[in-house]
């Protein structure tokens, strides 16, 4: 009975884990798509063409980091065995390509 007590408690902890690491991922997400959209809201309301261009490498840079962390979710979501990500997609929209 033991055995099976702490085999039990074992599950228990690593869904845990699992649930808490696809949380950290959300939340590195929403992060990085926060600072994206930020860097955005700066770009279009730059007019110096030089300072223009400096904002514009900066949200690409964020645009990016959110990609990645977005596939990092994908990754996660995949290794708990969630094969759809339509919910992904909405709720964490990509941040679109500027110029």
Same mark, same amino acid.
């Given at each position: 009975?033991?055995?099976?007590?702490g085999? $039990?408690?074992?599950?228990e $902890?690593?869904? /845990? $884990?699992? %649930?808490?690491?696809?949380?950290?991922?959300g939340?590195r997400?929403?992060?990085?798509?926060?600072? %994206?959209?930020?860097?955005? $809201?700066?770009l279009? %309301?730059?007019?110096?063409?030089?300072?223009?261009?400096?904002?514009?490498r900066?949200?690409?840079?964020?645009?990016?980091r959110a990609?990645?962390?977005?596939m990092?979710?994908?990754?996660?979501?995949?290794?708990?065995?969630?094969?759809?990500?339509?919910?992904?997609?909405?709720?964490?929209?990509?941040p679109? /390509?500027?110029?």
């Open positions: 009975m033991k055995r099976r007590e085999f $039990e408690k074992l599950e $902890e690593i869904a /845990r $884990e699992k %649930a808490a690491a696809l949380g950290r991922a939340e997400l929403d992060a990085a798509l926060e600072e %994206a959209r930020a860097l955005g $809201e700066a279009d %309301a730059e007019v110096d063409p030089e300072r223009r261009r400096a904002r514009l900066a949200y690409e840079d964020a645009r990016r990609e990645f962390a977005r990092m979710l994908l990754v996660q979501r995949e290794a708990i065995g969630l094969r759809h990500h339509r919910v992904v997609d909405q709720q964490f929209p990509e679109p /390509r500027r110029s």
